[in-house]
């Protein structure tokens, strides 16, 4: 028969209870037995000496001189003198004593022999009844006293049992008080119970205790948490819905690399790239097409895996991100014409570029005919120079439009190093010395020692030489310009790279300084040359370093660029 949650409770507490009182009886049962055995070896203690006193250490007539002391001794006390050998001298409880047994082997006389006293319970071999036996080592010989083991003796060696009475009582009382307290307990747990079984059923109360509270939150919680649910389940569906009309492939995997959930789109791209007609999405863990992906969830070192795979003409994108639970998700696109726009927009940008090219050369070969020919000196010069500026201008455009495109097009095409900041810094400045000097401009920096960047280092030269010769150009003169690091965590490092130049008074400007040949005209007119690409290159390079970058007049006066730089 299965047992109740309450009658369990109270069978545990009833034994626990009951082993603590049995315990505490047995306890106390053999603490007055001791004491009661103690305060009876004192008074037969107290009998020896007194014997002890009376025959002395030299004793002629034992008969003498016990009778002498008899008054003073009990009446039934039996007196017993035993030599160092074990032979009775002495007992008046015996007329021959030349009959009677050597006593040297009795246990009370080796514990006295040992211990100067001894005692032992049991029947006499000379009138066999059973005394109980004290003895006591008086030089040379021993004393020993004992008493009739009788029942009176034996009722006061007995324990009181009024203890065990009222122990009894007080576990009876003990035992009630449990069983209302475990029914009440049971209770309780069986409403709860109850609602766990069926929860659902209105009819299910719970009581006023501190159980009946935590019923009442734990059918509010779930309640709550059934409601989540629901609202779970909908987003689910949407979800499924969504991916399920999705124009990419997408497969769920479980931590042990089990297909959770995939939509059609995903075998029909993952059948354009295998050489057999698949209907498993994990044949995408086996096929050596994806060897890079197989290594990547070998390796697992980041969260996001990210490639290429061109297969019968078709150029796909694979995409992976891991979750915290070790599962994990593939996205295949096709991107093909994607890949083919791209490649468009290089070519279209390398058809620029030569078209710029073209007038370039022309302007050269007209400032090599107008040098050839005679012309005054001064008209000669002035068109060289401004023909030259020119083609300083284009040349310029041109560099900065490729690197655009490249940065926009074909990021992975820039190779990753690490690039130390301060010797960059220092080449940029000594490169633009004379610049800085014809202005006036001071130009300092505060780094953390050592800084590095895992970064491109072109477009970190890119960057922060962009910014400085934006401060050149359009700042002013006789004014400071100073980079810093403000802030850094794990990640990132925070730059700061102010001038105290002139600003911008038209703060609408500011949002648009990033934009392609885009120029400020108040203060910042193509006569100070540039490209006008400068500062979209210096946004560009920044999210090719994970950062990002804002610009904003500052309160002391100048221009401020805030952005940062994935470490």
């Not at 004491?35 to 014997?51: P, S």
């Not at 004290?134 to 020993?144: D, L, M, T």
């Not at 009582?169 to 709860?192: A, D, E, P």
């Not at 500026?389 to 097009?409: H, P, V």
């Amino acid at each position: 028969m299965k047992l109740s949650f309450r009658q369990r409770l109270f069978l545990y507490f009833a034994l626990l209870f009951t082993a603590f009182a049995v315990g505490i009886a047995l306890l106390e049962q053999s603490r007055e037995s001791t004491f009661k055995t103690e305060a009876l070896e004192e008074k037969l203690d107290i009998y020896t000496q007194i014997i002890q006193t009376t025959i002395g250490n030299t004793p002629i007539s034992y008969d003498s001189a016990i009778n002498s002391v008899q008054s003073f001794l009990p009446n039934d006390l039996r007196i017993t003198i035993i030599d160092a050998h074990g032979k009775v001298q002495y007992d008046n409880m015996v007329a021959d004593i030349s009959k009677m047994e050597n006593h040297a082997n009795r246990p009370e006389i080796i514990s006295s022999a040992q211990n100067g006293k001894g005692k032992d319970i049991r029947e006499s071999v000379s009138n066999h009844h059973p005394y109980l036996y004290y003895a006591k080592k008086n030089g040379i010989v021993f004393i020993r006293v004992a008493l009739p083991y009788n029942i009176q003796l034996q009722h006061f060696l007995k324990t009181d049992n009024l203890f065990l009475y009222f122990l009894f009582l007080l576990f009876v009382l003990s035992v009630f008080v449990i069983h209302r307290i475990t029914q009440q307990f049971g209770t309780s747990i069986k409403r709860l119970r109850d609602f766990a079984v069926h929860p659902f059923d209105n009819q299910v109360s719970f009581g006023n205790d501190e159980l009946g509270e935590i019923g009442k939150k734990i059918s509010e919680s779930y309640q709550q948490v059934e409601a989540s649910k629901k609202n779970l389940l909908l987003e689910k569906q949407k979800l499924l819905q969504h991916i399920q009309i999705s124009e990419e492939g997408i497969c769920f995997f479980s931590a042990s690399q089990q297909v959770e959930f995939h939509n059609g789109l995903f075998v029909q791209y993952l059948n354009q790239l295998t050489d057999k007609p698949q209907s498993n999405p994990e044949i995408i863990l086996h096929d050596e097409l994806f060897f890079e992906l197989h290594q990547f969830l070998s390796t697992r070192n980041e969260s996001y895996f990210e490639t290429q795979i061109k297969k019968h003409g078709k150029i796909f994108s694979l995409r992976t991100t891991l979750f915290n639970d070790n599962s994990f998700e593939i996205i295949l696109s096709d991107s093909t014409q994607q890949e083919k726009t791209k490649q468009l927009k290089l070519e279209m940008t390398g058809n620029i570029a030569h078209e710029l090219r073209t007038p370039i050369t022309s302007i050269r070969a007209y400032l090599e005919t107008i040098l050839e020919q005679p012309l005054t000196e001064e008209r000669k010069l002035h068109f060289t120079n401004q023909a030259y500026a020119q083609t300083l201008n284009l040349s310029e455009m041109i560099k900065d439009m490729s690197i655009l495109a490249k940065l926009e097009e074909a990021p992975q095409s820039f190779e990753s190093e690490r690039v130390k900041l301060e010797p960059l810094l220092q080449k940029i400045r000594s490169e633009l010395s004379v610049e800085l000097l014809q202005k006036d401009i001071q130009w300092d920096w505060q780094l953390p020692d050592n800084i590095t960047i895992q970064g491109n280092l072109n477009l970190l030269t890119s960057i922060f030489r962009n910014l400085i010769e934006n401060a050149i150009r359009y700042a002013g003169e006789h004014i400071k310009v100073h980079l810093s690091v403000f802030n850094e965590d794990s990640e990132y490092y925070y730059f700061s790279f102010y001038d105290t130049g002139i600003g911008i008074s038209d703060e609408t400007h500011l949002n648009r300084l990033f934009e392609r040949f885009y120029r400020v005209q108040e203060g910042r007119t193509r006569d100070t040359g540039g490209s006008g690409l400068g500062l979209s290159i210096v946004k560009n390079a920044v999210h090719f370093h994970k950062g990002n970058i804002t610009a904003k007049n500052r309160k002391e006066g100048g221009l401020e660029f805030i952005f940062q730089l994935h470490k």
